[in-house]
T-cell receptor, first 113, second 112 residues
């Protein structure tokens, strides 16, 4: 049972426009959410996180929004740059397995120059 | 900066071999993890450890074991490698609760 879902395997966006990556979760006990970026042949790198007591967290061009009632979070990248082209994973933790981070299947973002 | 180092970037092993994947972190983190990444399946947790000599099964532990004799080192062991264990293996570490995972660069394992 996939507790963290990224339903869009890929997304293409023009340079300078907004990229919106979506993530849904099913476990209401999750209380900490993260986004990671992964280039080929490298490990994922941490981008931004949000705890369940907030509904928005911003860091430069990256903003994460959390809608707890809908069990949905999204990552906004504004403006998108060609270097943002990568696979993005959302992850969640909390509840009975506090040390466990459950990852989604990833969304491949391509930013077109 | 946190550094998580995986001993090999690429490995090719034969079916039935015993395989060791080594991981070392330099930030005195309590928690260490092993994930595998497969296309369309994302990152799946194999095992994790929250203290020396402590380990817990993740979501897909079958066919794997782990060892954590020192705080900085976490080893993944494939007792008898099989072709369905061909994958990208990622080690990660984190501090106490609520801190992000820091990943190594991964080991691409091919079992033939």
């Amino acid at each position: 049972d996939q507790q963290v879902k990224q339903n869009s395997p890929s997304l293409s966006v023009q340079e300078g426009r907004i990229s919106i990556l979506n993530c849904d979760y099913t476990n209401s006990m999750f209380d900490y959410f993260l986004w990671y970026k992964k280039y080929p042949a490298e490990g994922p790198t941490f981008l931004i996180s949000i705890s369940s007591i907030k509904d928005k967290n911003e860091d430069g061009r990256f903003t994460v929004f959390l809608n707890k009632s809908a069990k949905h979070l999204s990552l906004h990248i504004v403006p998108s740059q060609p270097g943002d082209s990568a696979v993005y994973f959302c992850a969640a933790s909390g509840g009975s397995g506090t040390y466990k981070y459950i990852f989604g299947t990833g969304t491949r973002l391509k930013v077109l120059a | 900066d946190v550094k998580v180092t995986q001993s090999s970037r690429y490995l090719v092993k034969r079916t039935g071999e015993k395989v060791f994947l080594e991981c070392v972190q330099d930030m005195d983190h309590e928690n260490m993890f092993w994930y595998r990444q497969d296309p369309g399946l994302g990152l799946r947790l194999i095992y994790f450890s929250y203290d020396v000599k402590m380990k817990e099964k993740g979501d897909i532990p079958e066919g794997y074991s782990v060892s954590r004799e020192k705080k900085e080192r976490f080893s993944l062991i494939l007792e008898s490698a099989s072709t369905n264990q061909t994958s990208m293996y990622l080690c990660a570490s984190s501090g106490t609760g609520g801190s992000p995972l820091h990943f190594g660069n991964g080991t691409r394992l091919t079992v033939t």
